[in-house]
């Protein structure tokens, strides 16, 4: 069996805080693939970015609790890597796109320099050599005018040339996964398509696995071959994407496709989920979700494990699965 560039078993994270431990994740599991494209997707705070930033190992040290758990890439022990490792391990084996890239470029250098920077870190080229590779990587992004763009400060380029600029970094010294977290949620519409068939592209080109981190379904039913749906810090549903999306079986998942407005139908009342998320320092006994679930029943006093609900491996933490076909 070929091994997982991304492996993520059972991983239970906290944070200390005023008011008890904040339980951030909660027995996540998650796997990527070489090539493949997994969405992670889910409300704000049900623990997408703490998932990518753990993976890359950008969490503050001391301020997190790991209580169980393992991150293996491309089989190598992340959670107990030495710093050393990791700077070896970030841009070569895992690169990270982030939401908004003017405050992930730094603004006092140019362009060119950051690129030709990370490249000869990795990799033992010339600087003549690695300004014709950050040059040819810009011209991939399909950036107009690559050597005047070099030369640029961050400022001085727009919000999609930013990221187009952020993708061109990602890719730069050939890693095998690439995490992009909510990278085209500050673009205009236009924009943003124009971004993701550049991200695509790109990954189907190289073989590069890609965790694309949404909160917009219909974003990542046009990019990923699988998707994961997080709540209150768990993984409550996966599978294919198409079957999550068209035959999703747990009420949040339903919940949060049928919260999604419709094309071409203006003025639309959409419906929405009842209730709050719970307070992840006082988590409920059992289902996380069932206080705000029309079909909680006696059985969702207990934890529901992941287990295997429709074809093609789809799984659902449910006791009550249910059999919603959804139109997106």
Same mark, same amino acid.
């Given at each position: ?13 906290? *944070? ?8 951030? #994740?909660?027995?996540?599991? #998650? ?17 997408? %970015? ?6 890359? /190992? ?33 841009? &070569? ?32 080229? %010339? !600087? ?8 040819? #990587? #810009? ?11 070099? %030369? ?27 995490? &992009? ?15 993701? /068939? ?6 189907? +080109?190289?073989?590069?696995? =890609?965790?694309?981190? %949404?909160?917009?379904?219909? =974003? =990542? ?5 699988? =998707?994961?749906?997080?709540? +209150? ?38 419906? +929405? ?15 996380? *979700? !069932?206080?705000?679930?029309?079909? +909680? ?32």
């Amino acid at each position: 069996m070929t091994q997982p560039v991304l492996d993520i078993q059972q991983l239970h994270l906290s *944070f200390p805080g005023f008011n008890g431990d904040v339980h951030a #994740l909660n027995n996540v599991s #998650l796997q990527i693939n070489r090539g493949e494209i997994v969405g992670l997707v889910g409300e704000s705070g049900s623990g997408k %970015s703490v998932t990518a930033m753990l993976i890359m /190992r950008l969490l503050p040290t001391g301020s997190y609790c790991v209580h169980r758990g393992q991150i293996s890439l491309l089989g190598d022990d992340v959670l107990n890597a030495r710093e050393k490792q990791l700077r070896q391990w970030r841009g &070569a084996r895992v690169a990270m796109i982030f939401q908004e890239p003017m405050t992930a470029l730094n603004p006092t250098l140019r362009i060119g320099l950051q690129m030709m920077d990370v490249i000869r870190h990795h990799q033992p080229i %010339s !600087r003549r050599e690695a300004r014709a590779k950050a040059i040819a #990587l #810009l011209e991939e992004m399909q950036i107009p005018d690559a050597v005047e763009v070099m %030369s640029r400060y961050p400022f001085e380029l727009s919000g999609g040339m930013r990221q187009r600029v952020m993708i061109a970094l990602a890719f730069s010294c050939e890693p095998q996964l690439i995490i &992009a977290d909510e990278p085209t949620t500050a673009l205009d519409v236009t924009v943003q398509l124009q971004v993701l /068939r550049l991200l695509k592209h790109k990954a189907r +080109a190289s073989g590069t696995a =890609v965790l694309f981190i %949404s909160h917009d379904m219909a =974003v =990542v039913s046009q990019l990923c071959d699988s =998707v994961y749906v997080m709540y +209150a810090g768990s993984v409550i549903e996966s599978g294919v994407t198409a079957d999550v999306i068209h035959h999703p079986r747990h009420p949040y998942t339903i919940g949060l496709l049928q919260c999604a407005p419709e094309h071409g139908v203006p003025r639309q009342l959409l419906p +929405a989920i009842p209730g709050t998320v719970p307070n992840l320092t006082h988590l409920p006994d059992g289902c996380a *979700f !069932r206080d705000r679930c029309y079909a +909680a029943g006696a059985q969702c006093e207990n934890v529901p494990a992941l287990t295997a609900c429709g074809d093609n491996n789809q799984r659902c933490a449910c006791w009550y699965p249910q059999q919603e076909v959804i139109s997106v």
